[in-house]
């Protein structure tokens, strides 16, 4: 089973920055579409940035544009995501998700969408404090 570890969750004040982590297996990493999702309570679970490990450009949901970025670190298989001046409004279980790597077909009308991603990490809780 593939399994996706995110890290880097934690608690900080409003304009504050964390950078989260994913790291996964070959198998999933490697010439694929891989996304950060964020939940937070009582909201669906949403798409931030996502990227396609072979290259090109991320993309980002338009409340973390500027903010946010998404980067990969090949050598070592892990997946970041740098948030910047955080808000209140950015707390939630942060998801990590990969593609099916038989299918890496990730573009713009897709790599948002929840039902497209096959696997997924246990998350990492973000807490931001006004």
């Known amino acids: 089973q593939v399994q996706l570890v995110e890290s880097g969750g934690d608690s900080v004040q409003a304009g504050g920055s964390l950078r989260l982590s994913c790291a996964a297996p070959?198998?999933?990493?490697?010439?694929?579409?891989m996304a950060w999702f964020r939940q937070a309570p009582g909201k669906e679970r949403e798409a931030v940035a996502g990227?396609?490990?072979?290259?090109?450009?991320?993309y980002y949901t338009l409340s973390v544009r500027g903010r946010f970025t998404i980067s990969q670190d090949n050598a070592n298989g892990t997946l970041y995501l740098q948030m910047n001046n955080l808000r209140p409004d950015d707390a939630a279980m942060y998801y990590c998700a990969a593609f099916p790597p038989e299918r890496p077909d990730c573009h713009l009308g897709s790599w948002y969408r929840e039902s497209e991603y096959k696997y997924w990490g246990q998350g990492t809780q973000v807490t931001v404090s006004s």
């Open positions: 070959e198998y999933a990493y490697k010439w694929n579409c």
């Open positions: 990227i396609y490990t072979g290259g090109g450009k991320p």
